[in-house]
């Protein structure tokens, strides 16, 4: 058996029972989040600290040593808009990408669904996306997510142009959900193929979440919006992955704006394999993609108090 072929099996062993998942969407995020348990802890090295923003958005500061202070990456994790978050889920995502980085990172716990559906994470995105337009340079700020939080950073790229904000630096999606109408090929033609998102239930997590509103609204599905000037983004996706048209629908929608994109396509990975750097090789070469990325777009800028 592959080096490659054996880490899929693992997380297969991780993650796979989530495939046969109730309707339930609470218990659904119990199993999510209980199989999340086994995620490696963060090195000792990183420093996670709790915070608050606005007075009730939870986030996260994680820092590695000799982090660059005057620059900040925004993170919005993946999970469907249903489960997920920074400790639970994407401890090990999270540190890793704060050392290829070389800043540190504010995760958001934005609220989930169903309990607050749409669009009580879009709101929160923004107001902490506002936040650190109040203490970073524009130019010092980069915003990435991966899956539903990679669609959720894309729709706060979108929100802060139509609100008048200044834009951030760049735009990461990791695996990012773009379409919650489900319309890419890849949804169908994938579907035997991705070990952890079952095609046939997107739909189910979109209807949970957006409950009966329009699942082309641009916000909730960024792969609708309109990309007129706005920032560079670097898109990383599994060919195997369901979410595969979503990925390279918004890439050419957004180059087709004039906007400078990164399509980034690994053969036969699965969804979010950066998340998986542990087990898996590529999750770390993808990682240090990213990295190279960002501190090649990113500026170093102390805001004048």
């Known amino acids: ?175 990012p959900w773009t379409d919650l109408a489900c319309t890419g090929e890849s949804v169908v033609t994938n579907a035997d193929r991705d070990i952890l998102i079952p095609g046939e239930r997107i739909k189910e997590a979109a209807a949970i979440v957006l409950k009966d509103l329009d699942p082309t609204n641009p916000y909730a599905s960024p792969l609708y919006g309109d990309y007129t000037r706005c920032s560079p983004a670097l898109i990383q996706v599994g060919s195997f992955e369901v979410l595969l048209d979503d990925a390279r629908r918004l890439a050419y929608k957004m180059e087709a704006s004039g906007v400078p994109v990164v399509l980034d396509v690994w053969s036969k990975m699965p969804h979010v394999w950066q998340a998986m750097a542990a087990i898996m090789p590529e999750g770390k070469v993808a990682i240090d993609r990213i990295g190279v990325f960002l501190r090649g777009h990113m500026r170093s800028i102390s805001r004048p108090r």
């Open 1 to 175: 058996m592959s080096l490659q072929a054996a880490a899929i099996n693992q997380v297969m062993r991780l993650f796979g029972s989530l495939m046969i998942g109730s309707n339930d969407p609470l218990d659904m995020r119990e199993k999510f989040h209980r199989a999340a348990e086994r995620i490696p802890p963060a090195p000792p090295e990183a420093l996670f600290e709790e915070t608050l923003i606005a007075g009730s958005i939870r986030a996260y500061w994680i820092r590695m040593p000799e982090a660059d202070d005057h620059k900040v990456l925004m993170y919005l994790h993946g999970g469907a808009y249903i489960f997920g978050g920074t400790v639970l889920t994407h401890r090990d995502l999270l540190w890793r990408l704060a050392k290829v980085a070389q800043c540190p990172i504010l995760s958001v716990d934005y609220r989930l669904a169903p309990e607050e559906p749409f669009p009580a994470a879009w709101d929160d995105a923004i107001t902490v996306y506002q936040w650190l337009l109040e203490r970073y340079c524009p130019e010092s700020i980069a915003i990435a997510g991966d899956s539903a939080g990679g669609g959720l950073a894309f729709a706060t790229m979108l929100r802060a142009r139509d609100e008048g904000l200044a834009l951030p630096a760049a735009v990461v999606g990791l695996s």
